[in-house]
């Protein structure tokens, strides 16, 4: 099975740009649809982004929609999530996810493994 270890989290300013990572260990890596979500304090975890297996397809949630880009590099087994024009409503703790699916499963939350988070703060 695949292991999630995310990176590239950090404090930026409002308007600000971040791009995490997620590496994948394991050979199964390109078979697993990837994505992100995040959870805000007193929050419930919600969706952020999916890509599927071959990267032609992803899905966003409406709150990132062209401000964040989801993209994977199968033969580095890592999956990175672009956000650009980063508002404070953005600051949460942002996990990598993988599962064998694609599609509403990713919207319902429905995956099969989970990284341990990077913390993202956005100051306004």
């Known amino acids: 099975q695949v292991q999630l270890v995310e990176s590239g989290g950090g404090l930026v300013q409002a308007g600000g740009s971040l791009r995490l990572s997620c590496a994948a260990s394991g050979r199964t890596f390109s078979t697993y649809a990837m994505g992100w979500f995040r959870q805000a304090p007193g929050k419930e975890r919600e969706f952020v982004a999916a890509?599927?297996?071959?990267?032609?397809?992803?899905l966003y949630a409406n709150s990132v929609k062209g401000r964040f880009t989801i993209s994977r590099d199968n033969t580095r087994n890592t999956v990175y999530l672009q956000m650009n024009s980063l508002k404070p409503e953005d600051t949460a703790v942002y996990y990598c996810?993988?599962?064998?699916?694609?599609?509403?499963?990713?919207?319902?939350?429905?995956?099969?493994?989970w990284g341990q988070g990077t913390q993202v703060i956005v100051s306004s």
């Open positions: 996810a993988a599962d064998n699916s694609y599609g509403s499963n990713w919207y319902a939350r429905i995956v099969d493994r």
């Open positions: 890509i599927n297996w071959g990267a032609s397809n992803s």
